[in-house]
């Protein structure tokens, strides 16, 4: 008798190998996700700008999924160091991306990537954008954009800008708007945000395209004046502010926009469920009442519109980056 009760159990464990090698496992056995806590790694350095961002959406969505989001925090070379262990971790939707659109600027930039965008991460959902302002050192006379293209023009190319860095949004912003004014200017690069903002400040450069949530404090100081804004339409927390595509750059667009990726070959069913509970993050008012106290605007999006968004920007910057001969390798 045991031994034909032995005899069952090994044939039951075999029947539920077999089953189990085909992919189809009973509803009672398949682990739901999430299981476990789930990793949120955000490519640049903790209590920044993407970062402060991330967090607050984490908080959110983990509420939602009924598990821990672990943010972790992988700074360096333009985000890709992050970037590229997202896309070499496990497909299983426990491994997630905070990217920002240095991901769309990174293929133009450097010729060699450890990882392929296209082919290693698959978009979930557009989270955020933060705004570009333009900025000028307080003293310098032109109050609009008109006049500072004008004084711009008298300057003969003398004019100083400054950046976050070789290749970084905020410096290709700011060529791109030259280059479709036909002016030209000195770039120079510094170490972050911080260093290009107080350099502004302190009257050390002429102007910055830098995100509307690093130069706050220097705007409403009166340390920097305020000219436009780099997004389509204006924003909420300045109305009175135009955008630079109605103050004479027409078609003008450009923005620190964040989002959320995978692993390529993560289950599309975690990614739907990833989906929903992103864009549910940014329709709490909780969520966008602190977004907007730092001038993000919250998108959202599917997975597909997120994708062609993607294509379309890595397109753009291909030919920004063409055109200003930058390159990080």
Known sequence: MTKQRNTLRIWQALGVAAVAGTGVLPAAWAQAWP??????????????????????????????????????????????????????????????????????????????????????????????????????????????????????????????????????????????????????????????????DLALAGGQIDFLTDTINSVIPFIKSKHMNLLAVTTAERMSLFPEVPTLAESGLRGFEAGAWQGIMVPAGTPADVIARLNTAVNRALKNPEVLAKLAQQGTEALGSSPEQYGAYLQKELKRWKEVVAVTGVSLD
């Open 35 to 196: 299981a476990k806590p789930i990793t949120m790694v955000v490519p640049f350095p903790p209590g920044g700008p993407t970062d402060i961002v991330a967090r607050l959406l984490a908080q959110n969505i983990a509420q939602q999924l009924g598990q821990s989001i672990v943010v972790d925090n992988r700074p360096g070379a333009n985000g890709n160091i992050g970037n590229a262990a997202v896309a070499k971790a496990a497909p299983d939707g426990y491994t997630v991306l905070y990217n920002t659109s240095s991901i769309a600027l990174s293929p133009a930039l450097y010729k060699k990537l450890s990882y392929d965008v296209n082919k290693e991460l698959a978009p979930v959902a557009l989270t955020a954008v933060v705004p570009l302002a333009l900025v000028t050192r307080q003293d310098l006379p032109a109050k609009s954009v008109p006049e500072f293209m004008a004084w711009l023009k008298a300057q003969g190319g003398k004019a100083s800008y400054g950046s976050a860095g070789n290749g970084n949004v905020t410096h290709l912003a700011a060529f791109q708007m030259l280059h479709a004014a036909r002016l030209e200017a000195s770039h120079i690069p510094y170490k972050g945000s911080a260093p290009a």
